[in-house]
Nanobody, 121 residues
């Protein structure tokens, strides 16, 4: 079992910055990948960025170098630094963890409650 709690969302003007945090608790040793997803009203949830245990990261094309994902294993925390925010970045942002349990080849997804990010023009 893994619990995820996000924080850092809010309202900013276009061009501003926000730093999202996600604290993981529980069986964190089994976490393989963590990431950030977002969902805007009327749209499907989409991946923003992911980071693996070895520190390798991947980003959605719409990020275009504006966002940075990082991970602090000692604190069981993943961050998303968002710069040069645009109105189209407005969405609920969710923290995700992919877990592989001992003795199993199956992967399990865990999700946080989400944090609202609103960018005004």
């Amino acid at each position: 079992q893994v619990d995820l709690v996000e924080s850092g969302g809010g309202m900013v003007q276009a061009g501003g910055s926000l730093r999202l945090s996600c604290i993981a608790s529980g069986n964190t040793i089994n976490i393989k990948t963590m990431g950030w997803y977002r969902q805007a009203p009327g749209k499907e949830r989409e991946v923003v960025a992911t980071i693996s245990n070895d520190g390798s990261s991947n980003y959605a094309t719409f990020v275009k170098g504006r966002f940075t994902i990082s991970r602090d294993n000692a604190k069981n925390t993943v961050y998303l630094q968002m710069n040069s925010l645009k109105p189209e970045d407005t969405a609920v942002y969710y923290c995700n963890a992919v877990v592989q349990r001992l003795g199993s080849l199956r992967l399990y997804d865990y999700w946080g409650q989400g944090t609202q990010v609103t960018v005004s023009s």
